[in-house]
């Protein structure tokens, strides 16, 4: 097993039986740990001249890790695999009831017909009474419309709205009927 090509965490003595032979690729990586730990002043030159001829005397992985006992500590245990996780929990699910105004009765509206009729006799070819009941989406396609037709798509759209107010049929954003006229 080489310290360079092999895969895996890097060499070390004590991770082998002691009994058992050591290579030349074994060698080198302790000898680059004393060498190592000269350079970080853990170690003189005579130290360092002593241990690196026990380093290439050495037999087994036991001799080698004799050599580097007080200067290299043994590698950690590997740490345990984790723990499976729970599976995630289905979350309640909580009805949420629509906010509306205080004088909010079911299928009328609190918005009035006659702003929207004179915002839609005005501005309807910019969709204005379609803002004001809360359709803003319907009041851009408006927009858009009366951009790219010059208007007559958007004015046609307009026209139908006039009659739809004035038979008290328009609805808001809720869907709730205009009743009122003011």
Not at 1 to 13: C, D, N, T
Not at 116 to 135: D, N, P, T
Request: glycine share 8%; proline share 11%.
């Amino acid at each position: 097993m080489s310290a360079a090509g092999a895969a895996g965490p890097p060499y070390h003595p004590h991770t082998r039986p002691a009994h058992l032979r050591c290579s030349d690729s074994e060698r080198e990586a302790v000898a680059a740990m004393v060498q190592g730990a000269s350079e970080d002043g853990r170690l003189d030159i005579t130290e360092l001249d002593e241990r690196l001829g026990a380093v290439y005397a050495a037999k087994t992985h036991g001799d080698l890790a004799q050599v580097i006992v007080d200067i290299v500590p043994p590698p950690a245990s590997p740490m345990p695999p984790p723990r499976p996780m729970m599976a995630p929990q289905p979350m309640p699910v909580v009805p949420v009831m629509p906010v509306y105004p205080v004088q909010w009765r079911p299928g009328v509206s609190d918005r009035t017909i006659l702003p929207a009729f004179l915002l839609c006799l005005l501005l309807g070819v910019f969709g204005a009474h379609r803002f004001y009941v809360g359709k803003a989406g319907s009041g851009v396609g408006m927009i858009v419309a009366c951009l790219l037709s010059f208007g007559v798509v958007a004015g046609v759209w307009a026209l139908i709205d006039l009659i739809v107010l004035v038979t008290r049929s328009f609805r808001d954003q809720y869907g709730n009927i205009l009743r009122n006229w003011s």
